[in-house]
């Protein structure tokens, strides 16, 4: 008979005996121990956008040939698109200021001298009609007409010309002003000339203060006002045109590298596209060299030998017209009107007379030596040679009427054969004739200028068009040897 264990019950057959409960280690000094930690997850990358993608693409296409061969291509192409913009804008601001110099400015600058020498002409027929008395000549009438007439004509064109509210439209008002006062003054003169009275040669004078003060001086600022204008357009017609030249160069050396690149990698002497570019940029960039330099070469003679004797020569015949109308004046106020000079006293308009003979001289002086050939000279010569007579002239009609003599002196001022008068329309007629001459050879110069210029803006356009294509056929063709 099988005894039981000692040590207690039997266990069923197959069943384990569970352990004991493990003891958490501890640490020296009877602490638990803290089991380690797992680290936290590393964080998701985040989400790569489709322009950093596109970055990595273009930087890995950039290391191989046909990548740097595509970037190649874009940057001679926008260097050409530059080249033939930048070339187009500054060349198209420069022909328009030329096309003004020759169209507008210059033509507004005469017809400001214009008007100053029709109002000063005017004013030279009112005293000598004034100076006939009832036996005014027809001629004489007729001039006055003229130069009014003239004058008003004038104003209109430049206001026409001039901005609403700028200062030369503020002149031109004011003398529309006094345009109708000027003239009533003087047929308030005629009318009491004709009928005898005196107070004809007040209100004559009085009409001349108005013009030398206040009409001539307003003519005067309009005249200097359109030189402005004029001298700003040359300004801007002139200067080079450093930008687009300066590219030019850079995109000459960007393709003559690009070929000398192209021959190291393929032992290919020419590539027909960059060729082709090459040509059409160095076309334009000549074209523009040469055309801006004679353009500039030709507006600087306009402006020598145009302008500057043209402004030389409408001084020198303000100054004798105003000097007509002193020497009138002279006799009109028989002594009225005096002035001091070294404590000595003097007729006030014979001293005017002198001052403007002076001005005559020295602008003749002037318009000869600007005068670049013999057409140009000979009328200054002949006005110099009838200065001199009416100088002469004028100094024998002084002697008459200081000595009481006043009927002989007049017929020496406004008289036939002898008298200053010839002298006078001597000088007008040549001074007339070298105007003439000069505007000329104003217009033949800048219009030469304006020419060398013409079409160098589109043709720029349409060369650096053909010159894009030839680069991106040029580049196409060494990308196709890679597919």
Known sequence: MTQPHRGGAAKPPGTRVPAPPAVPPQRPGGALAVPPQSPPPAPAEPRRTAFAEGVDRLRAAAVTEPGRLRI?????????????????????????????????????????????????????????GFLAGGQETKDSRERYENGMGAAAEGLVTAAANSDPKSPAATTIAHLNRLLPEYKG??????????????????????????????????????????????????????????????????????????????????????????????????IVL?????????????????????????????????????ARGNENLTLVSRGAETTEVDGRTYDAYDVAYGKNMDVLGKALAEAERLADDRTGARPVDTANGDMEEWKKRHTSAREQD???????????????????????????????????????EFEQAAGDGLD????????????????????????????????
């Open 286 to 322: 000549l074209w523009l060299v040469v055309g801006h330099g004679v353009a500039r070469s030709n507006l600087a003679d306009s402006y020598e030998h145009g302008v500057r004797s043209l402004n030389t020569l409408n001084e020198a015949r303000i100054a004798s017209l105003k």
């Open 72 to 128: 190649i291509g874009a940057l001679l192409a926008v260097l050409v698109v530059a080249f033939g913009t930048v070339t187009a804008w500054q060349m198209n601001e420069r022909s328009a200021a030329a096309d003004d110099v020759l169209n507008r400015s210059q033509p507004l600058s005469s017809a400001a001298a214009g008007i100053y020498r029709s109002l000063a002409e005017a004013n030279t027929a009112a005293s000598s």
């Open 185 to 282: 003054l003087v047929e308030r003169a005629r009318t009491y000339n004709r009928q005898g009275f005196p107070v004809g040669g007040a209100y004559l004078r009085y009409a001349n203060e108005k013009m030398q003060q206040e009409m001539l001086p307003a003519a005067e600022d309009l005249y200097k006002k359109e030189n402005q204008r004029l001298s700003a357009d040359y300004g801007d017609a002139k200067p080079y045109p450093w930008a687009a030249i300066a590219l030019g160069v850079v995109l000459l050396a960007a393709l003559a590298w690009a070929q000398h690149r192209d021959y190291r990698r393929t032992n290919r002497v020419l590539n027909r596209g960059l060729v082709a570019t090459t040509a059409a940029a160095a």
């Open 402 to 440: 200081e000595n009481g003599n006043y009927q002989q002196a007049l017929d020496l001022v406004i008289g036939g054969d002898g008298a200053t008068v010839e002298c006078f329309d001597g000088v007008d007629a040549a001074l007339a004739t070298a105007l003439e001459h000069e505007r000329g």
């Open 452 to 483: 060398a210029m013409g079409y160098l803006p589109q043709g720029a356009g349409v060369l650096a068009g053909l010159g894009v294509a030839g680069a991106l056929l040029g580049i196409g063709r060494r990308l196709s040897e890679y597919r």
